[in-house]
């Protein structure tokens, strides 16, 4: 079993539309969460943290439930520059901001 | 400031071939990844130096695969011999000292092997 496991999409959603992107965890020692962004043939960039108490930039909404290990992306408002590929991200406790990545899933924003 | 850099952005060897890849990190960022994403899989984590220490290997494939990291600075990958299977996109990624605060990892814009 992959320590984080994504729903591969793609998501195919019109502007506007709101979308939700589901991520679980299997190791109950990670410690730190992200999610992080990459288009087509570029680098990964960090898109935002997630916390316990769930957090909030612009049109993106993340949170987390260490209960259940399940992290989620919500993305209001679409528009075509978002889309990309959606990583879900953690860190294990100890170890130093080693990122384990989910395998992604896929967004298609169209007109 | 420039950013994380790799080189070259794409490699075609042939298998038994060796290749180098190099890293600059972001000047002052004691942490430096290595991460290899292959088609169709999720990006994986090769290893860690913290300056010119190895921090984790525990994700090297193999013992054809050699990281250094002289003096702390940039870094290289060595694959030697190539073998079809490393065909991927090797990531590089740098941060802070993680005692400063800042945890955000930045990442290169990959080197693209291609072994044949």
């Known amino acids: 079993r992959k320590e984080v496991e994504q729903d591969p999409g793609p998501f195919n959603v019109p502007e506007g539309a709101t979308v939700a992107f589901n991520c679980t965890y299997s190791n109950s020692a990670s410690q730190s969460f992200f999610w992080y962004r990459q288009d087509c043939r570029k680098e990964p960039k960090l898109l935002m943290s997630v916390y316990s108490s769930g957090n909030e930039d612009g049109r993106f909404t993340a949170q987390l439930n260490r209960a259940s290990q399940y992290i989620s992306l919500l993305i209001r408002d679409s528009k075509l520059s978002d889309s990309a590929t959606y990583l879900c991200?953690?860190?294990?406790?100890?170890?130093?901001?080693?990122?384990?990545f989910g395998a992604g899933t896929r967004l298609a924003v169209h007109p | 400031e420039a950013g994380v850099t790799q080189f070259p952005s794409h490699s075609v060897i042939e298998k038994g071939q060796t290749v180098t890849l190099r890293c600059d990190p972001i000047?002052?960022?004691?942490?430096l990844y290595w991460y290899r994403r292959v088609m169709g899989k999720e990006i994986k984590f090769l290893l860690h130096?913290?300056?010119?220490?190895?921090?984790?290997e525990s994700g090297m494939p193999n013992n054809r695969f050699l990281a250094e990291r002289t003096g702390g600075t940039y870094s290289t990958l060595k694959v030697q011999p190539a073998e079809l299977e490393d065909s991927g996109v090797y990531f590089c990624a740098s941060s802070q000292d993680y005692r400063n605060g800042s945890t955000e990892a930045f990442f290169g814009q990959g080197t693209r092997l291609t072994v044949v």
């Open positions: 130096f913290v300056k010119e220490s190895k921090q984790d």
């Open positions: 000047s002052g960022h004691d942490n």
């Open positions: 991200v953690v860190t294990r406790s100890g170890g130093y901001n080693k990122l384990i």
